[in-house]
């Protein structure tokens, strides 16, 4: 070799050597880095109800209408509709030029596909279905629905955003029994899924859908208004540990934590080059849901008497801590505070001042004979380990006698199935949380729902409640809507489908040189390096 090429060689090999760290910066401001509250195992975002599913499904696929921060559904993937027929026929008229991540156009056969499988996993839809005649795609940009009676919440319902997801897919991934996953990820949102990068328990890769359509307007709030994406490149970086998580945002080895734990505020608040904030004012509202199939609450008079022993203050300070009330919100009735539809109404016996000795009497008088509670706690989230050792201790206060079952989520999923006997391995009780977007109405609202043994575990039968959410349907506007919430709510401290336990705000965390980020859960539209 030639001194003159050699020499040429070792240029290039400098010049590459410096290069390279160039590179790899500007591939790493291409490039968020999430962590995620938990591992996504389920990917399809209609064949299940958890939020980090939803979160993911929002990136992948696309929704006919968009909610803002005022809980009004506005147009996203369509440009319009028009209400005819004193309000019976509805006509949804897409937007020009959307395409699917395979490249083929999106039409309204597609989306009429996608309505109907959706509609079978979420209430709020088969609700919708049931007051549907027909639902049909008269030509490529039009879906149709002709209904048997006026639905004037039909945007509302397709633009929810709470769980299950109403994600437009192509027709041939619609036609899939809703109880089973897709085997392909292929929307229309702004993201691509790279099922060749996710590797579960550590890494869910996405990428920006070079052709994706923002639309041109719209308030740009929460899942509303224009999804403009300023990254190539999302990467969630599973860290089951929080401590952990925590660490490698203060070192910046990640972008954005998405549940900032209350404990570690003070810490990250500290930390250079770091922000924290409340997203979603609806935050998480929890509840102590028991079984209506087997004593002791199987006695209406035993839930109602329960009433004044439930301290929802305690609750929440054992699940964010006594420094920070500003994290939490009492009372909290049948629906999400602040919100069109919550009030006050009815909650007395939750805001008059607790008596143990009283709620003993009470209990002993409406037939409690020192039966077992077996109630079940999941062991592996905080708020909800936290919860659960506050609920036990309150049940016990009043006299119950409680046996706490700790266990991982997923092992209490399995025994929340079982509707006998605690005796034959059955329960009484259990906490869990909700994020507060599920509590806004009646619409969609499992947990408040009666339609006994068919509903949600805890199989409560209430027919007035059901009643009162059929007219909520129906109703005219916003007044009586809210009217016939109150109706529910006073219902409900009746009939006690479950005890509301108190509603807490969830920060996240992310480098400071991020702007752009939404209200609401997280979304990686208009997120921006600084």
Same mark, same amino acid.
């Given at each position: 070799?030639?001194?003159?090429?050699?020499?040429?060689?070792?240029?290039?090999?400098?010049? +590459?050597?410096?290069?390279?760290?160039?590179?790899?910066?500007?591939?790493?401001?291409?490039?968020?880095?999430?962590i995620?509250?938990?591992?996504?195992?389920?990917?399809?975002?209609?064949? =299940?109800?958890?939020?980090? =599913?939803?979160?993911?499904?929002?990136?992948?696929?696309?929704?006919?209408?968009?909610?803002?921060?005022?809980?009004?559904?506005?147009?996203?993937?369509?440009?319009?509709?028009?209400?005819?027929a004193?309000?019976?026929?509805?006509?949804?008229?897409?937007?020009?030029?959307?395409?699917?991540?395979?490249?083929t156009?999106?039409?309204?056969?597609?989306?009429?596909?996608?309505?109907r499988r959706?509609?079978?996993?979420?209430?709020?839809?088969?609700?919708?279905?049931?007051?549907?005649?027909?639902?049909?795609?008269?030509?490529?940009?039009?879906i149709?629905?002709?209904?048997?009676?006026?639905?004037?919440?039909?945007p509302?319902?397709?633009?929810?955003?709470?769980?299950?997801?109403?994600?437009?897919?192509?027709?041939r991934?619609?036609?899939?029994?809703?109880?089973?996953q897709?085997?392909?990820?292929i929307?229309? +949102?702004p993201?691509?899924?790279?099922?060749?990068?996710?590797?579960?328990?550590?890494?869910?890769?996405?990428?920006?859908f070079? *052709?994706?359509?923002?639309?041109?307007?719209?308030?740009?709030?929460?899942?509303?208004?224009?999804?403009?994406?300023?990254? *190539?490149?999302?990467e969630w970086?599973?860290?089951?540990?929080?401590?952990?998580?925590? @660490?490698?945002l203060? $070192?910046?080895e990640?972008?954005w934590?998405?549940?900032?734990s209350?404990?570690?505020?003070?810490?990250?608040?500290?930390?250079?080059?770091?922000?924290?904030?409340?997203?979603?004012? !609806? +935050?998480?509202?929890?509840?102590?849901?028991?079984?209506?199939?087997?004593?002791?609450?199987?006695?209406?008079a035993i839930?109602?008497?329960?009433?004044?022993?439930?301290?929802q203050t305690?609750?929440?300070?054992?699940?964010?801590?006594?420094?920070d009330?500003?994290?939490?919100?009492?009372?909290?009735?049948?629906?999400?505070? +602040?919100?069109?539809? $919550?009030?006050?109404?009815?909650l007395?016996?939750?805001?008059d001042?607790?008596?143990p $000795?009283?709620?003993?009497?009470?209990?002993?008088?409406?037939?409690?004979?020192?039966?077992?509670?077996?109630?079940m706690?999941p @062991?592996n989230?905080?708020?909800?380990?936290?919860?659960?050792?506050?609920a036990?201790?309150?049940?016990?206060?009043?006299?119950?006698?409680?046996e706490?079952?700790?266990?991982?989520?997923?092992?209490?999923l399995?025994?929340?199935?079982?509707?006998?006997?605690v005796s034959?391995?059955?329960?009484?009780?259990?906490?869990?949380?909700?994020?507060?977007?599920?509590?806004?109405?009646?619409?969609?609202?499992?947990?408040?729902?009666?339609?006994?043994e068919?509903?949600?575990?805890?199989?409560?039968? !209430?027919?007035?409640?059901?009643s009162?959410?059929?007219?909520?349907?129906?109703?005219?506007?916003?007044?009586?809507?809210?009217?016939?919430?109150?109706?529910?709510?006073?219902?409900?401290?009746?009939?006690v489908?479950?005890?509301?336990l108190?509603?807490?705000?969830?920060p996240t965390?992310?480098?400071?040189?991020?702007?752009?980020?939404?209200d609401?859960?997280? =979304?990686?539209?208009?997120?921006?390096?600084?």
């Open positions: 070799m030639k001194r003159r090429t050699l020499l040429q060689g070792a240029g290039a090999l400098v010049a +590459g050597a410096v290069a390279a760290p160039a590179l790899v910066r500007a591939e790493a401001a291409r490039t968020l880095r999430f995620p509250q938990q591992d996504l195992v389920t990917l399809d975002p209609v064949t =299940t109800f958890a939020y980090i =599913t939803r979160n993911h499904g929002y990136m992948v696929f696309d929704t006919l209408y968009g909610m803002d921060a005022a809980y009004r559904a506005t147009p996203q993937m369509v440009e319009g509709h028009r209400v005819e004193d309000g019976r026929r509805w006509d949804l008229i897409l937007r020009a030029g959307l395409r699917f991540h395979d490249g156009p999106v039409l309204a056969r597609d989306c009429v596909a996608s309505l959706w509609a079978k996993r979420d209430p709020f839809g088969g609700s919708l279905m049931e007051a549907t005649d027909e639902l049909s795609a008269p030509d490529d940009r039009t149709r629905f002709r209904l048997k009676h006026p639905f004037p919440l039909l509302i319902a397709l633009g929810k955003a709470s769980v299950p997801v109403c994600a437009m897919m192509p027709e991934l619609a036609a899939i029994d809703p109880f089973q897709v085997p392909e990820l929307g229309s +949102g993201f691509r899924f790279k099922p060749d990068e996710r590797v579960p328990g550590d890494r869910v890769v996405y990428t920006r070079e *052709d994706y359509v923002p639309r041109p307007d719209g308030p740009l709030t929460w899942t509303s208004g224009p999804k403009v994406v300023h990254f *190539d490149r999302v970086r599973v860290i089951g540990d929080t401590s952990t998580a925590t @660490s490698a203060i $070192a910046g990640a972008d934590q998405e549940y900032a209350h404990d570690q505020i003070a810490l990250l608040q500290a930390a250079k080059g770091v922000s924290t904030r409340v997203l979603d004012p !609806t +935050g998480f509202v929890t509840m102590l849901r028991v079984n209506h199939l087997q004593p002791p609450f199987n006695n209406p839930r109602r008497a329960l009433w004044g022993g439930i301290d305690a609750c929440m300070q054992g699940v964010v801590g006594v420094e009330p500003g994290l939490f919100h009492v009372p909290l009735g049948f629906f999400c505070p +602040g919100t069109p539809m $919550a009030s006050t109404d009815g007395q016996p939750l805001t001042p607790r008596d $000795a009283r709620v003993r009497a009470d209990l002993k008088a409406a037939g409690y004979g020192g039966e077992t509670v077996l109630l706690v @062991s989230s905080a708020p909800l380990l936290a919860l659960g050792q506050v036990a201790d309150l049940l016990q206060r009043v006299g119950m006698t409680v706490v079952y700790a266990v991982e989520f997923n092992a209490m399995q025994r929340r199935n079982r509707k006998g006997p034959e391995g059955g329960w009484s009780a259990f906490v869990t949380n909700w994020s507060g977007m599920d509590w806004l109405n009646p619409a969609g609202y499992i947990a408040l729902r009666g339609t006994g068919s509903g949600y575990a805890g199989w409560a039968t !209430t027919p007035r409640i059901e009162l959410r059929d007219a909520w349907l129906t109703a005219p506007d916003e007044a009586a809507r809210a009217a016939l919430c109150r109706d529910i709510q006073l219902q409900s401290m009746q009939d489908p479950y005890y509301p108190g509603q807490y705000l969830q965390a992310y480098r400071s040189r991020l702007t752009g980020i939404l609401g859960f997280p =979304t990686f539209w208009n997120v921006r390096p600084a």
